[in-house]
């Protein structure tokens, strides 16, 4: 099947107009890069929608429509479980739970929370693996566009990468995470005004929502729980190729969701970027509400380039070819310009979201910590824009790797069970247990890292079998989380516990205290500052939209209902 565009001059035109808007941002923005905090944190200004959906536009990047259109064409309707079971519950629970640590005690990344709470053995190891892992994923985001660019333009592959890892780089190194947010917010738009007509299209052309179910149930593609959330994930048997149950709510819905979610400093970063804390809360979870219906425009694609394309069933395409394979089909000139140009604008959002987070954990938890630090803040400045240009550089090579897999979706959760499930198991652990030595913290992510591992290494030659490579991960993620609570809780009875004073505003129930000069940790129990309080005494309310609890409690209501309706 021949999935070039032959677009027109027309066609071009949006792209053009759309990366110069782009680096037009970029240069705006860095005339208010004053600090090394503004650089890397926007100065700590920003309102909870610009955050919100920067939080979600970071998200949705190469996995989110290449890996998720993959596995909807694969897997069928089982992969909105991603959203429903494996975000939004998890993000809530950032917003309600952990965001009052991260933003009330100051830090300015997730590592860093672990210097203060553990020791600094913990805090560069994880500062590593991150920065490692950080920097894969931005070779998942680059080599998909890459790979976008390639099938619907023709361009070489190491032409595609180049190109587009260049203009990545240009506004990132310019404006920081300003431009980095300010330019995620408008991707969020002109992504979702692309896929809307895309799934409006497809689904035209297959008679519709009925259509599409009749003709998915008579060719049996996506086998036998293709159209069912649910179906096949029985202990006794279990053909979902998610899993069973318990590996779905356990290994996807809880260690894989909430190891991502809640510790990956690529979306903390963005709500660490508020103007105060209910903005911090509130950025997660006003990111919860699209993120339960983006499924309708990137998984329904895919159910539709599963009756469209066949090619994908025949091993003539691949399963990530699946939606720019659909834009060919379905698409008509003009919106082929549209589209190509909010595909560019995903991509280039979610390695942006890697290389911003990847510079500042190197910047202030490697450089300034333990290479060169008290230096002038323009020195810190300096450096996090050389390390832009670094990332960048090396995510051009980390994008063949990504190339090696005919899925990306499987590739992305291999790596999150080696990287994020332990560090989700240490920060449970270290947040809600006072007694968890310093040494547990670097002993428990390496020995889940180890797990993950094994199980990894295992189903890849042969030694393990799963329904799925994604079902290998799960379980990968599931034991990650068990052998870094093991050995968290085994290494900690033969250590000492840091003293409680050096844990205030770090665990729960020690929240009232001053951390290194920053201003007082907040009431864990309310979630709110010192002024939020005060709106309290003075009798002024907060809409219900503004209050972080209601919203969260309604937002996991929906987010039921779908998962019981369908």
Known sequence: MD?????HLFDYSFVVLYLLLVLCIGMVTRRKVKTSEDFFLSGRSLP?????????????????????????????????????????????????????????????????????????????????????ATILVAGINLFALALLINVLIGLPLWMSIIIAAGVVLIY?????????????????????AVLAPLTIGGLARVGGVTGLINTLNESQVLGPNGLSVWGGTGLSNTTNPYGNWIALLLGMGFVNSFGYWTTN?????????????????????????????????????????????????????????????????????????????????????????????????????????????NQKDTYYIKIGRRLTIIGVLIAVGTAFIAARFNNLQDYTQMLQS??????????????????????????????????????????????????????????ASGIAFIADVLVSVLVTYMGKAKPLEELDGLVWGRVNMDIQGARPAPDLLEGRLKEERERLVTGEKLKWWENPLVLGMGVLFVCTLFNIVL
């Open 265 to 373: 400093f690529t979306e903390v970063q963005r709500a660490l970027s508020a103007k105060d804390m209910r903005n911090a809360r509130l950025t997660p979870i006003l990111a919860a509400i699209p993120k339960m219906l983006l499924p309708i425009i990137i998984i329904v694609p895919g159910l539709i380039a599963a009756v469209l394309v066949p090619e994908l069933h025949t091993g003539e395409l691949s399963h990530n070819e699946a939606f720019p394979a659909l834009m060919a089909s379905v698409l008509p000139h003009g919106l082929l310009g549209l589209a190509l140009a909010g595909l560019i604008a995903a991509f280039m959002a979610g390695m942006a979201a890697n290389v911003s987070a990847f510079n500042t954990v190197v910047t202030y938890d490697i450089w300034e910590t333990y290479v060169r630090p």
């Open 48 to 132: 909870a929608w610009i955050c919100a959906l920067a939080f979600l536009s970071a998200n949705i990047g190469a996995v989110e429509l290449i890996g998720m259109a993959a596995s909807g064409s694969q897997y069928g309707l089982p992969t909105v479980h991603y959203y429903w079971v494996g975000a939004v519950p998890a993000m809530v629970f950032l917003g309600l739970v952990m965001m009052p640590f991260y933003y009330g005690s100051r830090v300015r990344s997730v590592p860093e929370y672990l210097r203060l709470r553990f020791d600094r053995p913990t805090h560069l190891y994880q500062s590593v693996i991150f920065s490692i």
């Open 418 to 475: 080696i990287f994020n499930a332990p560090l989700f198991a240490t920060f449970i652990l270290g947040m809600f247990w006072k007694r968890m030595s310093p040494q547990a913290g670097l002993w428990g992510l390496i020995a889940g890292s180890a797990g993950a591992g094994y199980i990894q290494i295992g189903y890849s030659m042969g030694h393990l079998s799963f329904n799925s490579s994604q079902a290998a991960s799960f379980t």
């Open 3 to 7: 999935l070039r565009l032959g677009a």
């Open 172 to 192: 990132t190194v310019a404006g920081g995470l300003t431009a980095t947010m300010y330019n995620e917010v408008l991707q969020f738009l002109l992504i979702v």
